[in-house]
């Protein structure tokens, strides 16, 4: 099946529509107190993400958890470090805020001073190793599975998979249908978690598509393992895989 570019860039803002729709109503229990959701209040800096990126089919989906408070929580862009998005990317939109804004996770937009440790090592790494973003993203996308952003009453992140069992079932559901979506849109041979949860979920959306699954260590500082020389562990796992970064 063949998809024209500005299909294919509908189909993606419809799947983020659809993501936002089914997820408005869910609740979450305690320790759980406040909820980000970027695709909402940062949709600007996702969508300029998807029409800048997300106009052809790709070789590798590289799929994450959900948004870092200083990454896709600030800039609506997974992984979106403000230095990596706005320089390499040439991405910059306005932002909102959220319904509830947490007192110590303030939203700031591009204005945000913090970097996001995650998205500087993977967009560095995509930087250094292909040079342009749109060389990048020839062969690349990069998604989240889920967009929820969920912080405890001290300001603490909480992952999805520390979350309620029935809780985790519906949310899970729903990311699951969307992530299955943007896929069959995206058409990859490959679709590689970053982290094990992530490619955890990718196995369970994606059981039956005919799709590589596979999994990178995620760039995460709290990941004793992304600590010294990420970007060569990360691409011999890529070549374990049997993807080669020199071909395209």
């Excluded at 305690?30 to 909402?40: D, K, Q, R, W």
């Excluded at 998005?85 to 303030?106: E, L, N, S």
């Excluded at 939203?107 to 990048?136: D, H, K, M, P």
């Amino acid at each position: 099946m063949t998809i024209s570019q500005q299909d294919q860039k509908a189909g993606l803002a419809g799947v983020t529509d659809a993501l936002v729709t089914h997820l408005r109503p869910l609740r979450f229990s305690a320790p759980v107190t406040h909820i980000y959701n970027p695709l909402i209040y940062a949709r600007k800096g996702y969508d300029c993400y998807l029409q800048r990126f997300a106009g052809t089919t790709k070789e590798i989906v590289l799929v994450g958890m959900n948004p870092g408070p200083f990454g896709m929580a600030q800039t609506g862009v997974p992984f979106g470090d403000v230095d990596r998005v706005t320089q390499w990317m040439k991405i910059q939109a306005v932002i909102g805020q959220p319904d509830t804004p947490h007192p110590k996770r303030p939203i700031s937009g591009f204005a945000c001073q913090r970097g996001e440790v995650s998205g500087r090592r993977l967009w560095g790494w995509a930087n250094r190793r292909f040079g342009t973003a749109e060389t990048f993203f020839s062969r690349f996308f990069v998604l989240n599975y889920c967009p929820l952003v969920f912080m405890e009453a001290g300001g603490r992140n909480r992952t999805p998979d520390k979350l309620a069992s029935g809780e985790k079932k519906t949310l899970f559901r729903i990311c699951d249908h969307a992530l299955r979506q943007s896929i069959l849109l995206l058409q990859p041979k490959w679709v590689v978690g970053i982290g094990k949860f992530a490619e955890q979920r990718a196995c369970s959306a994606l059981s039956g598509m005919g799709i590589a699954i596979g999994r990178i260590t995620h760039p995460s500082p709290a990941n004793p393992k992304a600590n010294h020389d990420w970007e060569s562990l990360v691409e011999g796992e890529l070549k374990t895989m049997g993807i080669d970064l020199a071909a395209g």
